[in-house]
């Protein structure tokens, strides 16, 4: 997890578009949020979150493929606090590990 979100970044993920959206709603709560086609809004308060994504390539590493998933993330209006407190719990819901 970072310690600061700025307004718009860019994210590439090994999730296909699938994993994306079974988890999409557990991580954005109870908010408020609509999803169209390859995006989604969420209303944070007075303020808001553009989501966009689209597949990308999967990444070959030798005989291995992972899939790739690209996501814009697009806030308005809401500070830094509201940011991290966001993307804090977003994180936690979309993070994925392995042993």
Same mark, same amino acid.
Not at 16 to 23: C, G, K, P, Q, S
Not at 52 to 71: D, N, Q
Not at 73 to 92: C, E, I, P, S, T
């Given at each position: =997890? %970072? ?9 590439? /993920? ?11 709603? %557990? ?8 999803? %169209? ?28 493929? =992972? ?19 966001? /993307? ?5 819901? /979309? %993070?994925?590990?392995?042993?």
């Amino acid at each position: =997890m %970072q310690s600061f979100y700025p307004e718009r970044f860019e994210r590439e /993920m090994a999730c296909t578009e699938a994993d994306w959206l079974r988890l999409l709603p %557990q991580a954005i709560g109870d908010l408020h949020w609509k999803l %169209q086609t390859q995006s989604a809004g969420v209303r944070i308060g007075d303020g808001a979150l553009g989501l966009k994504w689209r597949v990308g390539e999967p990444l070959a590493i030798g005989v291995v493929r =992972m899939p790739r998933f690209l996501v814009s993330f697009r806030f308005a209006g809401l500070d830094d606090v509201q940011r991290y407190a966001f /993307m804090k719990r977003f994180d936690l819901y /979309m %993070q994925r590990g392995g042993g």
